[in-house]
């Protein structure tokens, strides 16, 4: 048996509507791809309207648990499945992330290089070159985001935290999550070879893009709400102010060469935002 076999992980994945995905996401978590891996579960919480995930997994993974989410958001989402989780480390990963050869092994590698440490987070990577400015991928090369995407939490810590922060509904959990480690003062470790893939999304209101509108400025304002006397990126018009200079400066060259100004409109439109943020941010923390 594997010498990190007194680990033993929950991985927990959120899903809606986006069972092939899903499937996808299964797949690159099989023994046979993880070989050599500790133990561990595969926990799905799913909050679709449809059946057609609980009945995939019901089919094709038979040692996947199913079950219902809260539907009331990711945060529920991910909440709902740590409570059936039974592992001492439960791994948050999204459905549509792609798990990396040697994905969990590296993470129980870490957990024991590293005595103490009680959150880790991992490499997400893009299936390939940006093709056009209108579609996202979460990458995250270097640590220091703890997107839930990717993240290995100790369960205890989590419980004892609150779990994620259910009011917000669609964005800023992890962020939230990752404000409340840093006033606990709780260092985390980035784990490079804990590895998933990560395929470009559209940033269009299409598609399997089911977030609202503007739904980043108000979970931004309830992140304030929550912490007034927040500093750092989410805290400083100024920040903002040089996000969207620098977009301008950088990003937009990039756009209108390689991209051939494919998704130039989604660019504007970012650039708008960030001088939109920039605003309301000085009027809700900067006066205060």
Request: proline share 3%; charged share 25%.
């Amino acid at each position: 048996m594997n010498k990190e076999s007194n680990i033993f992980f929950s991985v927990v994945i959120p899903t809606y509507e986006r069972p092939d995905d899903l499937k996808v996401c299964l797949q690159s978590l099989s023994e046979e791809v993880q070989r050599g891996t500790p133990p561990y579960e595969i926990i799905v919480s799913d909050d679709s309207k449809s059946d057609i995930s609980k009945i995939l997994v019901e089919k094709e993974f038979c040692n996947v648990s199913w079950g219902k989410g809260k539907q009331n958001g990711p945060a529920g989402n991910r909440n709902a499945g740590v409570e059936r989780a039974k592992g001492k480390w439960i791994v948050f990963l999204d459905d549509d992330c792609i798990a990396q050869e040697g994905y969990l092994n590296a993470y129980a590698k870490a957990i024991k290089a590293n005595r103490g440490m009680q959150v880790f987070e991992g490499r997400i990577f893009a299936d390939r070159p940006r093709k056009t400015w209108a579609e996202g991928c979460p990458e995250n090369e270097h640590g220091g985001m703890l997107w839930t995407s990717n993240l290995c939490v100790n369960r205890k810590l989590f419980l004892e935290m609150g779990g994620l922060d259910e009011r917000f509904e669609i964005a800023f959990e992890d962020v939230d999550f990752a404000h409340r480690l840093r006033l606990r003062r709780i260092n985390s470790k980035f784990v490079f070879k804990a590895s998933v893939c990560h395929p470009w999304r559209t940033l269009r209101q299409k598609g399997n893009n089911w977030k609202q509108k503007g739904y980043a400025l108000d979970a931004l304002k309830s992140f304030i709400s929550k912490h007034p006397n927040t500093s750092g990126f989410h805290g400083s018009s100024k920040t903002y102010l040089v996000s969207a200079v620098r977009m301008i400066i950088k990003d937009l060259p990039i756009c209108i060469v390689s991209l051939k100004c494919r998704g130039i409109d989604i660019l504007v439109l970012q650039i708008f935002q960030l001088f939109r943020t920039a605003f309301h941010v000085r009027f809700l923390v900067d006066n205060k």
